[in-house]
């Protein structure tokens, strides 16, 4: 079946310590996306590739890296630098990175502080 | 720029029941606009889009929704409420233009349906 898969499904963050979230699509869509969700606010884009070794800022991306080496796969890296990392995480993709294309998203990742 | 306004961040409504989950949005431009629906911990599903072919857009489990222009209004409406429609629906906006035509949604904060016997 073709999907976005994320893994892990709960990662737990030290203080000070980087942690990955990996995204791993087989859809063969060129663009994918780094939601943040928050609890009553909605998902805020933290970054988004729309093109092997490329991306773009989102409207939340301080504290965070991402890399697009390959079609399928979009990393987020959680840096010491943000602050407060607790949320669900939800990766998501798109065929194309035109306007009124549907998004297919992962199951999240919940990352929390320790 | 674009926004999406959703009224009442929780809504209960018995089984058998009509629902109605509220939208509004604003943009410059004429908009795409999307309901996706998300159960707890997983992420979210398509139920339906408006993409200016019709007004009247049909999605999937039965829900649908009005696009009105004069409104500016995106309501997603469902006959009669399902237990398995206990979820959190999220209204999106999208007019794909600038940003290099970067496909950016803009999402509502969210309203949780609770469906009681």
């Known amino acids: 079946d073709g999907g976005i898969t994320q893994s892990p499904k709960y990662l737990f963050r030290k203080e000070g310590q980087n942690v990955t979230l990996s995204c791993e699509q087989n859809?063969?869509?060129?663009?994918m996306y780094w939601y943040r969700q928050d609890p009553g606010q909605g998902l805020r884009l933290i970054y988004y590739s729309q093109i092997v070794n490329d991306f773009q800022k989102g409207d939340i991306a301080e504290g965070y890296s991402v890399s697009r080496e390959k079609k399928e796969s979009f990393p987020l890296t959680v840096t010491s630098a943000q602050k407060n990392p607790t949320a669900f995480y939800l990766c998501a993709s798109s065929k194309r990175r035109q306007g009124g294309e549907k998004l297919f998203f992962g199951s999240g990742t919940q990352l929390s502080v320790l | 720029a674009q926004s999406v306004t959703q009224l009442g961040s929780h809504v209960s409504v018995s089984e058998g029941a009509l629902v109605l989950l509220r939208c509004n949005y604003s943009?410059?431009?004429?908009?795409?606009l999307f309901w996706y629906v998300q159960y707890p911990n997983q992420g979210l599903q398509l139920l339906l889009k408006y993409t200016s072919a019709a007004t009247l857009v049909k999605g999937i489990n039965g829900f649908e929704a009005e696009f009105k222009k004069s409104e500016t209004s995106f309501h997603l409406t469902k006959p009669s409420a399902h237990m398995s429609d206990a979820a959190e629906y999220f209204c999106?906006?999208?007019?794909?233009?600038?940003?290099?035509?970067?496909?950016?949604?803009?999402f509502g904060a969210g309203t949780r349906l609770a469906v009681h016997p």
């Open positions: 943009s410059s431009v004429p908009p795409y």
């Open positions: 999106a906006v999208s007019d794909g233009a600038g940003n290099g035509g970067y496909n950016k949604l803009i």
């Open positions: 859809l063969n869509h060129d663009a």
